[in-house]
């Protein structure tokens, strides 16, 4: 019997949630927003989401052979890079630039860094950024929600950001719009109801806690107001919703402490609205989701928890 | 003196929902008939081993002191049963250290020793001396010889007695048990300890996932003629693990944390098992010293899982085989819990004071699927009760880096497994912490 037994480390159970599970969770979450953006986006939108899923999973999987380390396909955290970065691009974009966004996020800024929970920024913004000064025109080409029921080509209109950024011409959508998500945009970010269910849905899931959603977009509402500006206005437009609650809270490059993730998510809330207050883009919360997944390290260094039965020592 | 109870449990930090599964909660315990021999290691505490008082070929009866220190922090190990010496051998212990062990082969009568008889006891003095005459060591699992505890030292108050009933180990209920079938003896150990240390308030701590133990201890407990000034409540905790943890428990029932490094004492609490109090009882009224122990059977592989009184040192593979034996082929069998307990590399080892449960893990509730890479979801931050950071330690001890492990207080984790529980990657974090814990002490020692 001695050589069948089985000796090992305590605890002898598990809770039985596994990387691949929480994944799948994140992906049922994302589900709302795609439906949207194919009803708003048109049969598209659904291709570009196909083929940026593919070419994540495809470039994960080449990437992990010729590393020679095991396959992570499985862990299906590259299916989520996917439909997180086709729901960060215009519906106009050339599905090829698309597939290339794929290999910067999962091969360069992922599996070059060492692979899930390694990278440092967030594959999917990171790529966005690549593709937006790689292919300006074509990442802020911006189709009029149901342009693809309408007999005339290339019906495009200006994004709400751009419209209150640049005086471009158009006219605002109704705030009733922006909720559903009748309006200009990237693929996923429209719908802020979609949005909102998925959140809901990771937080009952405990896949995420509402600490950085709610901070990041508190931030951003209260800097509104102080600004005059619509608040309302604000946290419907442009990426906030999507950004905060699916991409800010990406567990490899958001502190794991909870004072670490209020001052993280304050600071984009910070850095989003003065983007879009001063900067000279229309928006700003990919930006300022990389900029403070760079500080991450730092926020956790001076956030740490204090052990349990430890008095603060003053240096 | 003024004294006021809490109402309901403080707040403690990080834990996990671990299932229950205490399927032997609502049987009643079995009495083990003696076995015919019995293998009884001459250290089944924290403390200094003892050295063996017979020799081989001698007569021993039970309850006869056979092995003693003449350490303080050691307690003395009994016969178990009456028979003869027929070896004293080193044995493997459940952390796979070796041990002398004095082998009685029984001869069937179960005589009983002339020596046991109640100690008499009027000062706290003579009851420390007691106590550690009764070989009591800690019953939760620590195995911390309970004189040790109630020697309080002078200069330290100790206002709070918490009998810990928490049991927030699946599986186990060994103590849930002792409290249903012994509730007189928990309560008249209560008393004495009470009695002789001037205590003012008393708590027993159980999870709310005992309905039964709380019910029926709450109406002793409450009981005007046995105690007319209150001095004893039973606490309501929540069934979330770690509640049983000393330093967890502490801070639920009193909102005191333990300074790192301290013990309960340091902040005015004395905590000790319920199955130790319930003993107490029954040793001052008959002098009986720990020569049994209620055991708890369980676990897939087991055909009838149950709580069985059986003699210490009684082999493991007897004590399941009287469970009707293994159901199904045994992969895993643990000394104690699923989240704490050590597993065996065989069910020859003898059963000790301290144990509480013998669970046994068939192929399918073995199987624990391979470690992937840690994702950073911070689950064992959240779970953390000590407040630690297990990734990082992972990261260091991996690293061998002991300066950073001192710096993120490696030394501080109890090892309670609920990072490794929650860890949706299956990281081994308990196992690397314990290896950068070996490394801070051997660092210590330069």
């Not at chain 1, 979609?194 to 809901?200: C, K, Q």
């Not at chain 1, 883009?281 to 349990?308: C, D, K, Q, W, Y």
Request: hydrophobic share 45%; charged share 15%; with cysteine.
């Amino acid at each position: 019997m001695a050589d069948k037994l089985i000796v090992s480390s305590s605890p002898h159970i598990r809770s039985g949630v596994t990387t691949r599970k929480i994944m799948l969770d994140v992906i049922i979450a994302l589900t709302p927003a795609a439906i949207a953006s194919v009803i708003i986006f048109g049969l598209q939108a659904l291709f570009l989401i196909v083929v940026s899923i593919f070419s994540c999973v495809l470039s994960e999987y080449v990437s992990r052979r010729v590393m020679k380390r095991e396959s992570t396909i499985g862990d299906l955290s590259a299916v989520v890079t996917g439909i997180l970065l086709a729901f960060n691009v215009p519906v106009g974009i050339n599905p090829i630039a698309l597939a290339f966004g794929s290999i910067v996020a999962i091969v360069v800024v992922k599996q070059m860094f060492g692979g899930i929970g390694q990278n440092f920024v967030n594959p999917a913004l990171t790529a966005r950024i690549i593709l937006m000064s790689s292919f300006p025109s074509q990442m802020s080409t911006w189709a009029a929600p149901f342009y693809y029921l309408h007999r005339t080509d290339a019906m495009t209109t200006a994004s709400p950001l751009g419209i209150l950024k640049e005086g471009a011409s158009g006219t605002m959508p109704a705030l009733l719009n922006m909720l559903v998500g009748v309006r200009a945009g990237c693929l996923g970010e429209t719908c802020a109801v979609a949005l909102i269910l998925g959140g809901i849905y990771l937080i009952v899931r405990k896949v995420i806690t509402p600490v950085i959603p709610l901070c990041y977009i508190g931030t951003v509402a209260l800097i509104s107001l102080i600004a005059g500006r619509s608040v309302a206005f604000d946290l419907l437009a442009g990426g906030l919703l999507l950004g905060a609650i699916f991409m800010a809270t990406d567990y490899a490059t958001s502190p794991i402490n909870l004072k670490g993730q209020i001052v993280y998510a304050v600071g984009m809330g910070i850095i989003t609205m003065l983007i879009r207050i001063f900067g000279s883009l229309p928006e700003g919360v990919s930006f300022s989701i990389i900029l403070m997944n760079i500080l991450v390290p730092h926020i956790e260094r001076l956030t740490r928890p204090l052990a349990f039965g430890k008095e603060r020592v003053r240096k | 003196m003024e004294f006021t109870f809490p109402a309901n449990p403080f707040k403690t930090h990080g834990g996990a929902d671990v299932p229950h599964r205490k399927n032997t909660a609502q049987i009643e315990s079995a009495v083990l008939p003696p076995p015919a021999q019995v293998v009884l290691p001459i250290q089944q505490h924290v403390g200094a081993p003892c050295t063996p008082l017979v020799k081989i070929g001698d007569t021993v009866l039970v309850g006869q002191k056979i092995a003693d220190s003449s350490a303080f922090v050691s307690a003395p190990i009994h016969a178990s049963i009456s028979g003869r010496v027929s070896a004293i051998k080193k044995v493997m212990l459940p952390g796979g250290q070796y041990t002398d062990a004095v082998v009685i082969d029984s001869d069937g009568e179960m005589k009983v020793s002339p020596d046991v008889k109640p100690p008499v006891v009027e000062t706290p003095e003579d009851f420390v001396k007691a106590v550690r005459e009764s070989g009591l060591v800690g019953l939760g699992g620590a195995g911390f010889p309970a004189h040790v505890k109630l020697n309080v030292p002078k200069g330290k108050n100790i206002d709070t007695l918490i009998v810990n009933a928490a049991e927030c180990e699946p599986y186990i209920t060994a103590d849930h048990r002792e409290a249903l079938e012994d509730s007189w003896a928990v309560l008249s150990g209560i008393y004495a300890i009470r009695d002789l240390l001037k205590l003012d308030r008393i708590l027993i701590a159980v999870e709310d996932n005992k309905p039964d133990v709380i019910e029926v201890l709450s109406k002793i407990a409450y009981n005007e003629t046995n105690d007319p000034e209150n001095h004893v409540r039973v606490l309501k905790l929540k069934a979330r693990y770690p509640q049983g943890a000393e330093k967890v428990l502490v801070k639920s029932c009193t909102d005191r944390s333990i300074p790192i490094g301290k013990l309960p004492a340091d902040v005015g609490c004395l905590v000790m098992n319920i199955t130790s109090v319930a003993f107490l009882a029954n040793y001052m009224k008959t002098g009986m010293p720990l020569v049994t122990k209620r055991v708890t059977i369980d676990g897939s592989a087991i055909k009838n899982p149950q709580n069985v009184i059986v003699p210490i040192g009684t082999k493991i593979a007897e004590v399941i085989a009287f469970c009707g034996g293994y159901q199904s082929e045994p992969k895993k069998i643990l000394m104690g819990g699923p989240m704490m307990g050590l597993a065996l590399a065989n069910d020859e080892l003898p059963i000790l004071k301290q144990n509480n449960g013998i669970i046994v893990f068939d192929e399918q509730e073995a199987h624990l699927n391979e470690p992937t890479a840690c994702i950073r979801c911070g689950h064992c931050v959240f779970g953390c009760p000590m407040n630690l950071i297990p990734a990082q330690l992972e990261k260091f001890s991996n690293a061998r880096n002991v300066e950073k492990l001192e710096e993120f207080d490696v030394m501080d984790c109890m090892e309670c497994g609920t990072c490794v529980y929650n860890c949706p990657a299956g990281r081994p974090l308990v196992q690397a912490i314990r290896l950068g814990k070996a490394m801070v002490k051997a660092g210590g020692k330069k």
